[in-house]
């Protein structure tokens, strides 16, 4: 069993790249997310979404677009880089059930733009 | 809105010794919390959460959190800790109108010594 798997691990962009981090789960979990680490921060959400075809910004949503076609798959799309979207990203799942307030992580993606 | 705070960017203990990371938050209405722990190079992993119900919540690999709604906090505590829980650990408040929809805290580095 998979669980939440993120790619690529590492991504270096130059400022005005586009790019799109993939986030792929094998649970059938409805719900998806993004969120990116920042040292002194902790996590913030960027974008999520409830089911297939719904999608919905969280705290920091700007710079970033997302779409989800199929239960399984939710990618991250970055149109035009900055430095500021340095960070570490990080993809979850959960369910709507008993358990579902339980998010299932993906392993992470370290993206520098330069 | 809805927020935590984790007041130690560090703490430090022996092995053997009891460990407590501290966590309190800021919500309208019941809080929903949670802690997180986050290992060297990987994702997220859930550790306990509180909804409802007792204020002591166990929790994975030995750790429990004791709800205090006097003092809004949510402080996560092993009665004898193992170098192999140093970690990164985040407390976490579920936002408004958001089911899976998590604040995070900045986190506290926790370094067992031997």
């Known amino acids: 069993n998979a669980g939440v798997t993120q790619t690529p691990k590492f991504q270096v962009l130059k400022t005005g790249q586009s790019m799109t981090l993939q986030c792929a789960q094998d649970?059938?979990?409805?719900?998806m997310s993004w969120y990116r680490q920042d040292p002194g921060m902790g996590l913030r959400l960027i974008h999520y979404?409830?089911?297939?075809?719904?999608?919905d910004q969280g705290e920091v949503p700007n710079g970033y677009n997302v779409s989800r076609s199929t239960t399984e798959d939710f990618p991250l799309r970055l149109l035009s880089a900055a430095p500021s979207q340095t960070s570490v990203y990080f993809c979850?799942?959960?369910?709507?059930?008993?358990?579902?307030?339980?998010?299932?992580f993906g392993s992470g993606t370290q993206l520098s733009v330069l | 809105a809805q927020s935590v705070a984790q007041p130690e960017d560090q703490v430090n203990v022996a092995e053997g010794n009891p460990l407590t990371v501290k966590c309190t938050y800021s919500?309208?209405?019941?809080?929903?919390l949670f802690w997180y722990v986050q290992y060297p190079n990987r994702g997220l992993q859930f550790l306990l959460k509180?909804?409802?119900?007792?204020?002591l919540v166990k929790g994975s690999y030995g750790f429990e959190a004791e709800f205090n709604k006097s003092q809004t906090s949510f402080h996560l505590k092993k009665p004898s800790a193992l170098v192999s829980d140093s970690a990164l650990y985040f407390c976490?408040?579920?936002?408004?109108?958001?089911?899976?929809?998590?604040?995070f805290g900045t986190g506290t580095r926790l370094l067992v010594s031997p």
């Open positions: 979850a799942s959960s369910y709507m059930g008993a358990e579902g307030e339980k998010l299932f």
């Open positions: 649970m059938n979990h409805e719900y």
């Open positions: 979404s409830v089911g297939a075809g719904i999608t």
């Open positions: 919500v309208s209405g019941n809080p929903y």
């Open positions: 509180y909804i409802t119900g007792d204020n």
């Open positions: 976490a408040v579920r936002d408004r109108g958001g089911f899976q929809k998590l604040v």
